[in-house]
């Protein structure tokens, strides 16, 4: 017994030294407790996640007009944040980012008027950085049949495929725009399964990992292998909700085609700018939702621009804003504006009169 008491002591012990050692290693490379999530700064109220003064009004998101709001990351700094760590947002007259426009379109603008999600509105990304501003920025010297060319930002967090037609036929088209750029992305799921499962899996199940991460902060080894794990399992249970919608051909596009037909029947141009989620990039998840919007916007004569080439070009963790907001950075906006800039150019009238 002695022996066996000896050799249960020394695996006893081996295995704490081989903890503490473990436990010294995760500090030593700076791995852990993850950063807390961001908050967001509104009129002096931090709030932990969301959200800053938006509004509703007939279906069509819009934040308050004129207003200003932060998110604040924690942990180390770095992207393009301030030195607290924030990201400031500035809304314009009409209740968007980005520069103040008339509504009445001026007779010497060819009006760009972009609608999408947080990825057009620039959650995480200084304005002037973002790729609205950016694209702007490239067409501005370009032209269009001899008039100057005017980008105008939609782009809302949250908007859905339903969302954006909403915001299009509410106030877009009111707008006289040239040309429509819908930014889509794999989460804009039309099926209602799949947007609950998104919202419960993003939202609560974020909120709770990071809850019970703080719980374990005093071990680095356990916080960090914990997050892992439940971050993994939760990616595996998007991915396979959205397969399943693939797959089993529940998966519609029909609100693209309705933005379409409006856009035409208004004189303009449409555009889709798919813009993936910025996730493993070498065995993309979402591969079978992608190929089929290219599919359906064969059929349907939509031009499409579709991002994940460009992007996949980088590893998935340097186009993030942050570790806990996996929202595109300045490089991957940069991206973005230089591929749709280039798919525009065939699409725009010649720069001349």
Known sequence: MSG????????????????????????????????????????????????????????????EAGSSFSHCYSGVAGGDFDANGCVDYRINGHGYRGPDFRRQKPGDVYRVVLLGDSFTFGEGTPEPLIYPTLLGDVLRGRGAGGRRIEVVNLGIPGNDLRESRLTYQGFGRRLDPDLVVFQWNTNDF??????????RLIGARYREIYGRAEALRWSHLLSFAYVRLAMGQLSRELIATTREEALTGRYRFDEIGRMHRIAERDGAGFVVLAFPELIRFDDYPYAAIL??????????????????????????HELWVHETDHHPNRIAHAIAARELAQGLDALLPPAGP
């Not at 012990?13 to 700064?41: M, N, S």
């Open 190 to 199: 039309p099926a209602p399964n799949v947007q609950e499962d998104h919202l």
């Open 4 to 63: 066996l008491r000896a050799r249960v002591l020394l695996l006893v012990a081996g295995t704490c030294v081989g903890l503490l050692l473990a436990e010294a290693a995760v500090r030593l490379l700076g791995l852990g407790p993850p950063p807390a999530p961001r908050r967001v700064v509104h009129a002096g109220v931090s709030k932990e996640w969301c959200c800053g003064p938006r509004l509703e009004v007939g279906g069509v998101h819009r934040y």
């Open 291 to 316: 190929e089929l919007l290219r599919e359906y916007c064969r059929s349907e004569g939509i031009a499409l621009i579709d991002l994940l080439p460009a992007l996949s070009a980088h590893p998935d």
